[in-house]
């Protein structure tokens, strides 16, 4: 059967989910005297519209929107699963990563798992050799809170 190999092609969830972070991760540098909204930021990143993939730009685009429409509850998340951190404490790229990973785990259908391993993919990636450890420690304990 002759195909196309994937080789190392990320998938297209993961090409989504780092367009989705990179979008979050520029909204702690925007303009607090003239804010535009989560839709505007989207669109008119560089990043997304030279995506060529229209999948990833949906999905990153459907965890954008759900970022920005749950930012209080999952900020409330994490820090009730960090020791000691307010949340303008934590690294903006912790803290996007963070972000976007608990949204899936709470409001979405992707297994806790994979959030999490995706959120540690992200670290290791975007992140420095702390993040990685750091990411996990609150995304763990957000899980076994969640089995309660």
Do not use: C
Request: neutral net charge.
């Amino acid at each position: 059967m002759a195909g196309k190999k994937k080789g190392n092609r990320p998938g297209i969830r993961r090409v989504g989910r780092t367009l989705a972070f990179q979008v979050l991760y520029s909204t702690h540098f925007r303009e607090a005297e003239n804010p535009a909204d989560m839709e505007t930021l989207f669109a008119s990143n560089p990043l997304v519209q030279e995506q060529e993939s229209e999948t990833a730009v949906d999905f990153a685009r459907t965890l954008i929107m759900g970022v920005d429409a749950k930012i209080a509850e999952l900020d409330k998340a994490i820090e009730e699963n960090s020791q000691h951190w307010k949340i303008e404490r934590i690294a903006n790229v912790e803290l996007s990563i963070l972000r976007l990973s608990l949204y899936e785990m709470l409001y979405t259908d992707i297994p806790v798992r994979a959030a999490i391993n995706e959120a540690i993919e992200l670290s290791k990636t975007f992140g420095d050799e702390k993040s990685r450890g750091f990411v996990n420690g609150i995304l763990d304990g957000v899980a076994k809170s969640r089995k309660k």
